[in-house]
């Protein structure tokens, strides 16, 4: 037997045959007060009751629709036509209560998830912004000091300008190179670099440039291999030139950082017939395990007081992400301490096309 009490979860129409039941009752009471005729009574308790419920429940819909229209103008932006608002009033099913409780619900939901991604971002931006402000500031302050230095009377000294004025340009450049890559970041981000998919093996481009580093693996007595039986040709289908820059910066990294006479070794595996995974390999010192979850955000430095003795700016494992989340793919990070570090990432196989 349904509950007919009232409660927060009554729906109108139980509200509406409670209220014409207790309007119906009373009057028909006070009728036998006056009429005592039972027959007459009943009459009266049945139009009373059936004409008490049609207004109430005609009310009570009304006034629910009314208020659930103005609900869905505010949580929805879109606009209906004319003729759409009657195919919704007159044609479709009215939602119940309960429906228009799990909608509004939903979006109650999806606008917390969209707070909480701006805040996020908000905390990204700012970081950013203060990360992006320190970076801008160590090159330009020592550029400022060099100069400041030949104007204060050292240009007049041929050894001491010549070296001043040889910083400056290495700091120069390396502002150059910020703004390069926050620049690179940026399109990126905004999809505005078309990636030009084509096929070509994935080995070959790797050796063109291991025959670019040579002279900087030479520096440091650095071999640059690959793993033995993963010499074969890999086809890939992917942006030939935006890879070799996701390579160049892992190879780069791996030769700022790795020990000296070392080895770096680069994987090539064939995955089920869909997809290629290529690792670069150090037998460096590898990175601190909390830090490996945010080692590919801009600016992170798990080292700081090293990385600022070695260069670079921050920002190249981004743009290595970023490359590889638009190609729709993956990338990895395996480290220990003592041990080196494995970079990792997935691209399409020419076979699965």
Known sequence: MPDLSFSKNSSPRLLAFLSALVVALIVSI???????????????????????????????????????????????????????????????????????????????????????????????????????????????????????????????????????????????????????????????????????????????LVKDIFEEFTLKAEEKNINLEFKKGTEGGLKVYADKGKIKQALVNLIENALKYGSENGTIILSFYQMDNKRVYIEVSDDGPGIAEEHLPRIFERFYRADRSRNRTIGGTGLGLAIVKHIIDAHGQTINVRSKLGVGSSFGFTLDSKNNL
């Open 30 to 204: 006070i009728s036998l007060l006056f009429v005592p005729d039972v027959a007459t009574s009943g009459i009266i308790f049945g139009v009373t009751f059936f004409s008490t419920f049609g207004m109430y429940y005609y009310t009570v819909e009304r006034f629910i629709y009314r208020k659930i229209k103005l609900i869905y103008k505010f949580i929805y932006q879109t606009k209906a036509t004319k003729r759409e608002e009657f195919f919704h009033k007159n044609i479709l099913p009215q939602k119940s209560i309960e429906e228009v409780n799990a909608d509004v619900q939903e979006w109650a939901k999806e606008k917390r998830e969209e707070v909480e991604l701006l805040q996020l971002n908000e905390q990204f931006r700012k970081e950013f912004l203060m990360n992006l402000s320190h970076e801008l500031r160590t090159p330009i302050f020592t550029v400022q000091g060099y100069v400041e230095t030949l104007l204060g009377g050292a240009m007049d000294d041929a050894e001491v300008n010549k070296k001043f004025l040889s910083n400056a340009s290495k700091s120069i450049d390396r502002l150059v190179r910020l703004v390069d890559d926050v620049d690179e970041i940026s399109k990126l981000e905004s999809g505005r670099t078309p990636l030009a998919f084509e096929s070509f093996i994935i080995q070959e």
